[in-house]
Every structure is written in C-alpha cells, then in structure tokens.
C-alpha cells in the first residue's frame, strides 16, 4: 500500500512539474514545424513573442503619402470601423485557443495581443504577443500562440476609415484573459 501511495505522489509531482515548465525564460528562437518564432526577454523580464517573418511591428507606423510618424493621440482619430462581430470573433479564437488546464492556470492574468492590420484590405497581417517571463503565459506552449496567430490572420478582418486608410499600417492591441 505505502508503495502505491508513493507512486501516486511522485506521478502528481511529475504533471504539476511539467505543467509548469518556462518555455520562454531567456531570449531565444523557435523552430516549429514549419514556422518560426522569436521571444525576446526585456531586463524588465517582459516577453515579446512573434513570428520571426514580423516585419511591420519594427516599422514606425507613418503615414503613406508623406512619410509621416503617425502618433495615435487622445484626439480621437479613429482608424477602424467599429463592428461588433469583429470583436466577439477575436476575444473567441483566443478563447478557444486554451485548453481548459491552460485556462485555469492563467485565470486572473491578461495575455497582451498586438496586431498589424492591412489599411488597405483590413486582414491582420501580424500578430504579437506579450507577458512576463516568470508569469502564468510563460507555461503556454508555442503552438498555443501559433493557433491564435493564424485563426486571428484567417478569420479576422477590419473595415479601415478614411484616416486608417492614409497609414502604412493600423496597430491594434487589446488584452484578455482567456475564458
């Protein structure tokens, strides 16, 4: 009996440890199957996931005709159409990205997105994802990000404004927990 006991223990152990394993403690690249993502750890131990072919998260957002820096004030410049289903769909495929173990190990955490939306189409051309190095994120596996990389690249899409329109880009970000 104590030697069923002491297996029971160890293999509970065993899953809590694996459940809690730092996928992204330093700066470092991964190679997936067929993709590519960076993470970059801040001294400030926050952590910048993307897709290594990002490019447009580098680019200062500027204005296509004058070349511009575009800088999003408190003015009111709205640069997307604002949609209801646009909304619900994205808050839904991050949602649905987690597991049920997943989503109770953040629960009480935001995971921050960041897009780079096309002016000219409105489709989601980049995604990138932020979160502290020692955080509830940290735990999530590559593919879990990489599911809501393409989902949000598929089945999302915005209507740009005139004003959206004259940008090279829109820079979206929103921050959730997962439900």
């Known amino acids: 009996m104590k030697t069923i006991f002491f297996f029971i223990c160890i293999s509970l152990c ?3 440890i694996y459940a809690q394993t730092n996928y992204y403690a330093v700066t470092k690249t991964f190679n997936e199957n067929g993709y590519t993502y960076q993470c970059d750890v801040a001294a400030s131990k926050t952590v910048t996931l993307y897709n290594k072919s990002n490019k ?19 003015e009111g410049i709205v640069l997307l159409q604002y949609d209801a289903w646009t909304r619900a769909e994205r808050l839904s495929i991050v949602n649905a990205a987690f597991s049920a173990s997943e ?5 009480g955490h935001e995971l921050i997105i960041t897009m780079c939306i096309n ?3 409105g489709k989601v051309d980049e995604v990138e994802f ?7 994120y940290a735990t999530i596996p590559i593919s879990v990000y990489r599911k809501i990389e393409t989902d949000l690249k598929e089945k999302v899409w915005y209507i740009p404004t005139e004003e959206g329109k004259k940008l ?5 970000w929103w921050a959730q927990e997962p439900q």
């Open 103 to 107: 989503k109770q190990r953040v629960k």
């Open 168 to 172: 090279n880009y829109i820079y979206y």
């Open 119 to 121: 002016s000219d189409t």
């Open 56 to 74: 447009l998260l580098f680019t200062t957002q500027s204005y296509k005709n004058t070349g511009e820096t575009f800088s999003q004030t408190d």
């Open 130 to 136: 932020s979160f502290m190095n020692f955080g509830t």
């Open 14 to 16: 065993t899953t809590y």
